[in-house]
């Protein structure tokens, strides 16, 4: 579960951290990259990933989950953007998961609820280890019997 000690990293401003005062424009950038950007990527890739019977492996953050805590979090750390984005790429990847199968591609997700160790925000205090990711991924995609694992 994500933490209080994590806000430090989501202390930037975030697109459309504040619904109430973003502007439309904001509150459409928010789904650029994980939505529009992983249907173009998908879709621009679908032709080798159903010859090669292969894998859309999606990362994704622990602010798009639907609990209480998590959403003051959000709201705290100015990234009701970030959450809102995050629970929609999570709809996303169930839906793709739902449909890509009867085209022979296999769709999982690692939702990473803290920080990476090494990576930009991380100020010293990140407890997951980029090994601990990397074999989740290895893993979804070597037994393809989940569509989500929460690290």
Do not use: C
Not at 29 to 57: H, T
Not at 117 to 136: L, M, R
């Amino acid at each position: 579960m994500l933490t209080e000690s994590s806000s430090a990293a989501f202390a930037m401003r975030q697109p459309a951290g504040d619904v109430i005062t973003a502007t439309p424009d904001e509150l459409r950038a928010i789904f650029d990259v994980p939505i529009v950007g992983l249907v173009s990527a998908l879709q621009a890739a679908l032709p080798d990933l159903e010859a090669q019977k292969g894998s859309l492996l999606v990362t994704n953050g622990g602010l798009g989950f639907f609990h209480p805590e998590v959403d003051k979090l959000g709201a705290s750390w100015n990234a009701m953007g970030l959450s809102i984005a995050n629970s929609a790429k999570h709809k996303l990847v169930r839906l793709l998961a739902q449909k890509l199968p009867e085209r022979g591609v296999y769709v999982g997700e690692v939702v990473i609820t803290g920080l990476v160790k090494g990576t930009a925000f991380d100020q010293g205090n990140a407890t997951i280890e980029p090994a601990s990711v990397a074999e989740a991924f290895w893993k979804l995609h070597n037994e393809r019997d989940q569509v989500s694992v929460t690290i």
